[in-house]
């Protein structure tokens, strides 16, 4: 292994969300991707869970993969060339996966290059965003911000109507705030008479 892999392997791989990374500022030098400037945070490696939404192989002379993966709060692609593509082979489209790689930027496009690439249970999505949560600094939330918040609750619970409701783990995923946020507005509107429970974990919206 030469010098620089062996620098790229000991960077740490931060457990992030791809609507975290993609806020990120990437840093060049002479057109090499050098870090993603994250706050404080220089990052090269990261540790994603997330949704096969979109899988694309070449094969042939020149052998090619993408896969586009979605964690609710945004998309990034992972791509592999060559030899290295053999692990996506067996990736389908909505698999949940655990994604450890490195960053890179093309063309004003960030995406990833995959280290490891396994298949893991849905619920694992909850878990990983309820642990990035609990370890930002800045989740208060002012006047403002929870009443943005009640109306997003809001209109994914009626967009769900159709559906026969939603479930607050889904809601938990889908909006972005954090989970003691969001329980707290649920529990608002529960009590406001806005929305009913059909069967716990269940809301629907009482209009």
Do not use: H
Request: charged share 30%; aromatic share 6%; with cysteine.
């Amino acid at each position: 292994m030469d010098a620089t892999a062996e620098i790229r392997k000991r960077n740490v791989a931060y457990k992030l969300r791809i609507g975290d990374i993609l806020k990120g500022v990437p840093r060049m030098e002479e057109g090499r991707f050098l870090f993603l400037e994250l706050g404080n945070k220089k990052v090269v490696r990261i540790n994603i869970l997330a949704n096969c939404v979109d899988k694309f192989i070449q094969e042939g002379e020149k052998q090619f993969a993408s896969l586009t993966i979605d964690d609710a709060s945004g998309q990034l692609k992972l791509k592999a060339f060559g030899e290295d593509i053999e692990p996506l082979k067996a990736i389908v489209q909505g698999d949940t996966l655990q994604v450890i790689g490195n960053m890179r930027e093309w063309n004003g496009e960030l995406y990833m290059i995959p280290e490891v690439v396994k298949k893991v249970d849905a619920r694992w999505l909850l878990v990983r965003k309820l642990e990035i949560q609990k370890a930002r600094k800045d989740l208060p939330v002012n006047g403002k911000g929870d009443n943005s918040l009640k109306n997003s609750i809001m209109d994914k619970i009626k967009a769900a109507e159709t559906a026969g409701g939603i479930d607050v783990d889904a809601l938990i995923m889908d909006v972005e705030a954090s989970p003691d946020a969001i329980n707290g507005e649920i529990k608002k509107l529960l009590e406001e008479g806005l929305v009913y429970e059909p069967r716990p974990g269940r809301l629907r919206y009482l209009g």
